[in-house]
């Protein structure tokens, strides 16, 4: 993606501007312009406080911007799925896995960026909820959602991948209704170096029956409704007019919950054992193929052959993945007091693979 765009608002900010940052500053958190005579690099000071304004925000919406992330442009996720089908969850447990088993296996280190507003956030939002009250992350309700900005750092000589800056879009189910809501609130989709599109296999007609019939929840939202809005989306904002050039957005397709459907699983089912792709710190091609053409043939079984063929037709690059954030059901009031994450990372790191920062063994 273009390098100088603001992660939030997507807005150009060749012109960054300042915010206060001092506490109980009247001023604070407002941007400010930086101003025609100022010198190349050096800090205004706040009109109200007069204290050194250090802070780079967006000008139009106040995000705060980090100078590394900027200059090595950033890979944007996004997560596209419709209500309840796990997205928050799966973020929530997708970046504990990322700072912490992903890490320890690559030899890297997961660095929150955009000042304290990440940690802060995946803190509040995320880390609380999961891993210290043992309770699912609460459906969203903003329908703006603020990404969670990391730098992911490897040394200089490493083999096992490049530095780079990483944004991640979790969102409002409700948004993915309409396409004009979308256009609104996930601009990030069209500016993504990769899509994570989650579908809850309680929305495939096989199991919706099979649960019904047990008198067991269903999740609402069509997910081939939702890719097909997801395509137009991206067709026009990449600006592909022809439908017969495919999209150069990488596209992962994620099974969510896996963990209702292990029991139904083949007992030589790929999708069932743990990644491949954590034993050593490079890819296991193999294995994510695997697990795709499972994954293919499952969803064909569920009635979702449609799905699939779109996906084949309309993207370059796809692959199918079937993960567990939680690894278990939630009790009736959330609570899940014990995280077996399978599988989450599968995605993320065959969409770095595809961006040339991890390798392949
Ligand atoms: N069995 C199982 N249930 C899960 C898993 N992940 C999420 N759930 C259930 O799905 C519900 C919805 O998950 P969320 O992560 O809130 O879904 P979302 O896509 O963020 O939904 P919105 O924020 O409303 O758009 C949770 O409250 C859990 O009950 C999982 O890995 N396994
Ligand atoms: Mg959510
Ligand atoms: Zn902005
Ligand atoms: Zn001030």
Redesign the pocket.
């Known amino acids: 993606m273009d390098m100088k765009l603001c992660p939030k608002c997507f807005a150009s900010v060749e012109a960054a501007g300042y915010a206060c940052s001092a506490p109980h500053c009247s001023r604070a958190g407002i941007p400010v312009p930086p101003a025609a005579e100022q010198e190349e690099g050096a800090a205004p000071l706040c009109p109200a406080c007069q204290s050194r304004m250090t802070v780079k925000v967006c000008l139009e919406c106040g995000f705060e911007l980090d100078p590394d992330a900027l200059q090595r442009g950033l890979l944007c996720f996004s997560l596209v ?10 973020l929530g447990v997708l970046i504990r896995e990322l700072a912490g088993e992903f890490c320890r296996v690559y030899g890297a280190t997961l660095y929150p960026t955009g000042g304290d507003r990440t940690m802060d956030r995946y803190q509040r939002i995320y880390s609380r909820p999961l891993y210290d009250l043992g309770v ?5 309700e903003r329908e703006d959602v603020d990404p969670l900005t990391y730098t992911l750092l490897f040394s200089d000589d490493s083999a096992a991948g490049r530095t780079c800056a990483l944004a991640f879009y ?5 948004n993915f209704q309409s396409e004009a809501n979308m256009a609104l609130y996930n601009r990030s989709i069209y500016h993504s170096a990769g899509i994570l599109l ?1 579908v809850d296999p309680a929305q495939f007609p096989a199991i919706r029956e099979q649960r019904s019939a047990r008198g067991l929840p269903l999740t609402p939202g069509d997910p081939q409704e939702l890719l097909l809005r997801t395509i137009h989306l991206l067709r026009a904002g990449l600006g592909l007019a022809s439908v017969e050039q495919k999209i150069p957005v990488p596209l992962a397709v994620c099974v ?2 896996m ?2 459907l292990f029991h139904q699983l083949d007992p030589a089912s790929f999708v069932r054992d743990p990644s491949r792709s954590l034993r050593q710190p490079a890819l296991s091609e193999a294995d994510l193929s695997s697990c795709s053409m499972e994954m293919e043939s499952l969803l064909e079984v569920w009635g979702a052959g449609e799905l699939l063929r779109h996906v084949k037709s309309q993207f370059q690059d796809w692959c199918f993945f079937g993960l ?7 009790g009736e009031q ?1 609570e899940i007091p014990r995280i077996s994450p399978h599988r989450v990372l599968d995605p993320l790191l065959w969409l770095l693979w595809r961006n040339q920062i991890l390798k392949a063994e």
């Not at 699912?136 to 969203?140: A, E, F, G, N, S």
């Not at 979790?170 to 409700?174: A, C, E, I, L, P």
């Not at 567990?324 to 939630?330: D, E, F, V």
């Open positions: 799925g419709d209500q309840g089908v796990g997205k928050s969850n799966y699912c992350v609460p459906p969203t979790d969102s409002y189910g409700k989650l969510t919950k963990d209702t567990s954030a939680l690894g278990n059901s939630p959330g």
